[in-house]
């Protein structure tokens, strides 16, 4: 069973910088997709971050410049550096695993809070 631990959630002021990682259960390779995905309460879920192999990288219209994904293959990790946070960054914050990238078998954490306070 593929399980994904998610930490480094918190509460920061406005303009602060929190870094989330995740720890995945199995081995990952450069086709698998990771990232991160975060939910509002009211909200559906939407995407922040993804990376395949490192120059396919996707972000958010809305962090693009003050978020920043990284993996490791090696400790099967993925991590989001998140500068110059907005009270809207508030959310769930969510970790992603897609193996060879498919949409087929597709993975989550549990979550980590994010609070952003003015």
């Known amino acids: 069973q593929v399980q994904l631990v998610e930490s480094g959630g918190g509460l920061v002021q406005s303009g602060g910088s929190l870094t989330l990682s995740c720890r995945i259960s199995?081995?990952?390779?450069?086709?698998?997709?990771l990232g991160w995905y975060r939910q509002a309460p009211g909200e559906q879920r939407e995407l922040v971050a993804t990376i395949r192999n490192k120059p396919n990288i996707r972000y958010a219209d809305s962090v693009k410049g003050r978020f920043t994904i990284s993996r490791d293959n090696l400790r099967n990790t993925v991590t989001l550096q998140m500068n110059d946070l907005k009270c809207e960054d508030s959310g769930a914050y969510y970790c992603m695993f897609d193996r060879l990238g498919e949409g087929k078998r597709v993975h989550w954490g549990q979550g980590t809070q994010v609070t952003i306070s003015p």
């Open positions: 199995v081995e990952v390779g450069p086709p698998d997709t």
